[in-house]
C-alpha cells in the first residue's frame, strides 16, 4: 500500500524492485517489506541519530585496534598519570597514567557484550516462558507467570548485587546476574501479545490445517511478537548497560584492568574535582550509549506503529 | 458425508456450562450443499466449529465419510475437512504472503510438488501470478476471500465448511465469490455446510437449507420451498419476512414506532 506517491523510482532499479506491488519472488517480498520499513523509519531524525550512534558503537568496538593503541589502554605509565587532555592522549590519563581514550574505545567491546549477551538470553527465555503461558492458558499459564512473578518482585540491581556477590565478580557473572533479573517483563510481554493473537482467525484455521502446537507458535504466533519483543529489548539497553555501569563501579563486574566504563567511572570519583575527566569521559560514553539506544528504541517503536 | 446425531455442544462445563446446540440432527450426503440459517446466537456457527474439529461436543456423535469424529483429530482427518471463515482480515496472518500462508498447508501434510500446486490452487480462486508474493494489506477483501479459499483448497479436501464467507464483502464481490465457491464446488464435487443469515446467499449454493433458532434445528427445507414461501414453521416464515427487506408486517406487534420526518 503506497502511502505517498513517491517521485518515480526509476524502472529497473533497485528501488523500483524493491518497491513493486507485485513481488517476483520470496526474497523479493521479504526485502521490500524491510525497506518499506526503512523508508518509514529514516523519516525520523531522532532515530535515525540513535541508529548513528548504536552504529558508531558497534564500528568502534569492532575496529578498536585501528582506532586505539590495545596496550595503552592497560600500559601504566606513572609518571604521566592524571594528565589533562593533549595530542598524546586525547581524553588526558588516569590515576594510573592509563590512555583514557584507549580505555574508552576498548571498553566499548566490554559494554557491547555485555549488551549481546544479556539480550541472547533474556529474549529468549522470555519467549520460552510467555509463549506456552499465553498459548495454552491455564495450569500451564498460572505456573509461568507466578513464577514470572516471583522474579519480577526482586529489586533488579540488589538481585544483581546478590548473583555478582555469590558467583564472584566477573562480565560473564554480570551478564547472568543481568538476565536473571531482566526476562520477566520479555515473559509478559510474549504472553500479552500471544493473547492477542491466541483467538485470532489464521489460528484457527491453521489449527484445521493440521499445525502441531509448536508450529503454530513458531510460525504463526512468534513473528507477531518478537517486533514489539525487540523494541522493548532495544528500550531496555540503556538500562542494561546502566546496570552493568553500576556492578562495574561497585567491583561487581568487569575486574581491573578491563576497561570497563563503569569501573572507570568509579575509580574516577577520588579525583574528580580536580582531574573531572577521569569520570566524566567514561560517563559521557555510557551516557550516549544509553541515549543512542533509547532514541532508536524510540524510532523501531513508532515505525512499526505506523505500519500497522 | 457428513452426518451428526443427537449433537449437543457447550461452552464451558459444570453447572455454569451452556449449552449452544441441543439434540442436532443432520446428515449431509456426498456432493451435496446444505446451508443453515438463523439469527445471531442461534448456534449455527457452532455447529460448524464441531464439524470443523475447533471445538469440542458433549453429546451425540459427529461422522464424517463413515468415521466418527472428535475435536483431536488425525492429520489426515484434518485434511478432509477444511474452513473458510467469515473476517478475511482476520483470519490471514498478516505478516505472511499468500506464498507463505498457502505453502505452510503443503508442509503439515508433506505434499509433493508445492510450488506447482500453490500456482494451480492461485489460478483456480483467480488469483495471477502477481498476487502470490504480496502481504494482505496489499489485497482487496474480495482478493484475500479467494487466499482464504485458496487455502482450504489446496489441502483438496472432500468436505468445505464456510462460516458466512460473504458477509465481510460488498455485494458485487459477494456474487463473485458465491459463484467462484459454485464452480468450485462442481469441479471438485464437494460437499459443502454452509452457515449464512443471508438467505439469498444460502439460496444462491445450497439445496437444502436448515432453518436453527435457540440452539436448535427447527426444520429442514429446500431452496426452492423457501422462495415459494412453503414453510411449515412459523420461525422460518418470519425470518423470510425479515429478509424480504423492511416490511412493517416482519414487525410483529408494532412495538417499534417509526418516528417520520
Partial sequence: MATAPVPGPVPGSLRAWLLSPAPASRRQA????????WLGFRRNPLAMSGLAIVALLVLMAVFAPLIADQQSATLQVLQDRLQPASWQHPFGTDELGRDI?????????ITLTIVVMVGVIV???GLAIGLPAGYFGGVVDTVLMRITDIFLAFPRLVLALAFAAALGPGIENAVIAIALTAWPPYARLARAETLTSRRAEFIQAAELQGASHLRIIATQIVPLCLPSVIIRLTLDMAGIILTAAGLGFLGLGAQPPAPEWGAMVSSGRQVLLDQWWVATIPGLAIFIVSLGFNLLGDGLRDASDARS | MIALDDVTIAYGSGPRAVVAVRDFTLAVPEGEAVGLVGESGSGKSTVLRAVAGLIPYAGGEVTLAGRRVDRRRTTAERKMVQMVFQDPYGSLHPNQTVDQTLAMPVAIHRLDNGEARIA?????????????YRYPHQLSGGQRQRVAIARA??????????????????VSVQAEILNLLSRLRRDHGLTMLMVSHDLAVIAHLCERIGVMSRGQLLEITTATAMANNQVTHDY????????A?????????????????
Wanted: charged share 25%; net charge positive.
Fill in chain 1, 30 to 37: 521479504r526485502f521490500g517489506r524491510w525497506f518499506r520499513a
Fill in chain 1, 101 to 109: 581514550f584507549a580505555r574508552v574505545v576498548f571498553g566499548s567491546r
Fill in chain 1, 123 to 125: 529474549v529468549p527465555v
Fill in chain 2, 120 to 132: 494451480q490452487v492461485l489460478a483456480e480462486v483467480g488469483l495471477g501470478r502477481e498476487h502470490r
Fill in chain 2, 153 to 170: 483448497l489446496i489441502l483438496e479436501p472432500r468436505i468445505l465448511l464456510l462460516d458466512e464467507p460473504t458477509s465481510a464483502l460488498d
Fill in chain 2, 236 to 243: 422460518t416464515r418470519q425470518l423470510l419476512r425479515s429478509n
Fill in chain 2, 245 to 261: 427487506g423492511f416490511d412493517r408486517s416482519s414487525v410483529s406487534s408494532g412495538e417499534l414506532d417509526v418516528v417520520v420526518g
